[in-house]
Every structure is written in C-alpha cells, then in structure tokens.
C-alpha cells in the first residue's frame, strides 16, 4: 500500500504562476477596457459640448442686424425715433463687431481668445393686438400681444409688416404684467420723418404686424471659477447681454475662440476673404461683413492616455499637448439680414 503523497513544491510554483498569468491577462484587459471607456466617455463629451456650441454660435449669429431681413437704409423703413444714445443707433448700423481679448481691463474674454458681438432681434413673437392701428404720425398709443424684456422706456422698437417697418422709441414704463402691453411712442422723442420713399402720415400699420425688440450681446470664452480634476481651471463659453451686464454660461470645456470675419466689396455680393477683427477694424470694413466663421478649441475635463502624443494645429498654430484631450471644432454662419 502507497501513503497518499501532495503535490510537489515544483507543481505548486508552476500553479501560482499560472494564476498569476491569469490574472495579469485579466487586469490587463480591465485596465485596457478602463482607459478606452475614458477615451470614448471624454470624445464624446467633446463632441456633444463641441456640436452645441457650434449650433449656439450659429443660431445667434444668423439674425443679427435690425431683423426680418430688413437693412437700413435699404429696405422700406420710416426711422421715427430719435434723441437716442449715439452708441445705440452704432450697435443698430454695426449689427456685427469683435475684437481679440488682451486681459485688459474692460475686455471680457481670456487673453488671446475672440470677443463677438452681435446686436439681433430678441425672438420675442409680439403682435400689434387686434383691432389696434400704428399709425406714428397720428397716434402716440399702441397695444401689442405680449410683452418682451426689451420693451423698455427709451428703447427703440420695429414695427412691420410685409411691405414695410417702422422704428418708433417707447416713452413710457410698460407693464410686463399686462395681458396687452401699451407701447407710447411721444412726439418728444419721435419726430424723424427719414422714411425713405414713402411719407410719414400714409404709415399705417394693422394687426397682425409684428413687434420687434432688440438686444445687444456679447460671445467670449472665459474662467468659470472651478477647476477640473487634474486641477486646471475649466473655461467656458459665455454670453453676456451689454445693456444689462447679465452673463450666462453657455457650454464648458471651450478653451479659446477664434472668429473671421467673410467681407465683400464694391458692388459684389459673394464673399471675397475672411479677415480678423484686427484687420476688418484697420479696413473699416464692418459694413462688408456677410458671414462669421467660429474655430473653437475644446479641451477635456482631466488627463487622458494617450493624450500626450496628441497633434492639433488651432488657428494656425500648433497646440502644446498636455495630457488632455482637445478637439478642434469650426462652422461658417450666413449673416441673413447681411446677405442681398
């Protein structure tokens, strides 16, 4: 009869070794599947803070200028309004302006990074009220649908229809709390008769024409006050309304912004190059601008594998890599109120 042996101290080393294998080959392909799912998680939230940033810039971009396709003085619109704040009818004449950001004091945006600012319709769908008659060269009382935020005592405010517009400044406190709003438009601070080629007194306006608001804004990236992971401070597309100082965060994880400028010239419609806010400001050529074009750089939140050997050009100029993942993002926006 034989004593019933254990295994060897060999056959013992040679299973641990096996294990270990084992196990090694299964860390790996959890380590690896770890640092992929990081990868794919941050490109897509690239992507998706990227595609709405993009979709924001255009979306508020497209309008910009007086509205409804109406340019002054080109189009049939009677100016009623005047004793106006000369920078007012400057933001109505330049719907579209920038500049690039030093740090200075005043500037809004991180330096180095684009400033834009847009002066566009407020999207606020106001009607003259039924029954109601705009007629500025009779009446100084008007009642509209709604009320918008930039019904405001001494605004300047669009009224139009199909054929024609007028622009008549608001003297009086309207209620927001009305469900039809009065609009008083004086004598005191309407008397402009710069009707193009029509008379003031055969003005007439019926519902359902359109109220019209303005507003004047400004687009610039800048630091949110918090910081990522790793420690870096998140910057972030901002907006910021000029009148009332109010800034809103619109996406984070915008490193910087650069916008161009497409200008025509002469009596050509198409546009012939795209220029900096620098260059279109020594050319004095704001009136020429006719689409936007928006390169923003994106970056991460923490460091990624991989990143390090990351290659990206934004601007013309080669990115530093730092172990977090940036992604380029660029559209072109038509101007519509800018395009004949």
Not at 314 to 321: K, L, M, Q, S, T
Request: neutral net charge; hydrophobic residues 40%.
């Amino acid at each position: 009869m034989h004593k019933q042996r254990g295994i060897s101290l060999i056959e013992l080393m040679i299973s641990m070794l096996i294990g270990l294998v084992i196990t090694g080959a299964v860390t790996q392909v959890f380590l690896s599947s770890k640092l992929t799912f990081s990868m794919q998680g941050n490109m897509s939230r690239l992507q998706e803070n990227g595609r709405f940033a993009l979709q924001y810039l255009a979306a508020q971009s497209r309008p910009a200028g007086v509205g409804m396709g109406i340019r002054m003085p080109q189009e049939q619109i009677c100016v009623v309004a005047n004793n106006g704040d000369p920078a007012g009818w400057a933001n109505m004449n330049q719907p579209v302006w920038g500049k690039r950001s030093t740090g200075a004091s005043g500037d809004l945006g991180l330096a180095g990074s684009d400033e834009v600012y847009l002066f566009r319709n407020d999207d606020c769908d106001a009607f003259l009220a039924d029954d109601e008659v705009l007629a500025p060269g009779k009446n100084a009382n008007v009642k509209v649908t709604a009320y918008c935020p930039s019904m405001q005592q001494n605004n300047v405010v669009m009224i139009a229809d199909m054929e024609k517009a007028v622009l008549i400044r608001i003297t009086n406190k309207p209620s927001a709390n009305a469900s039809e709003p009065t609009l008083t438009h004086s004598a005191a601070t309407n008397g402009e008769t710069d009707c193009s080629d029509f008379k003031l007194k055969n003005i007439e306006f019926e519902s359902p024409a359109r109220v019209i608001g303005f507003e004047h804004k400004a687009y610039y990236v800048a630091a949110t006050g918090r910081t990522a992971s790793n420690g870096q401070a998140v910057r972030a597309l901002f907006v910021r309304n000029t009148v009332t100082g109010v800034a809103e965060e619109i996406v984070d994880g915008v490193e910087s912004m650069r916008a161009r400028y497409g200008v025509t010239g002469g009596n050509r419609t198409a546009v012939l190059q795209y220029m900096t806010a620098t260059e279109v400001e020594a050319a004095n050529r704001w009136g020429d601008v006719r689409t936007l074009s928006f390169e923003l750089l994106l970056v991460a939140d923490g460091r990624t594998a991989g990143a390090e050997s990351q290659s990206l050009t934004f601007d013309g100029a080669d990115v530093a890599a730092d172990g977090r993942l940036r992604q380029v993002y660029r559209t072109v926006v038509a101007l519509r109120n800018r395009i004949d």
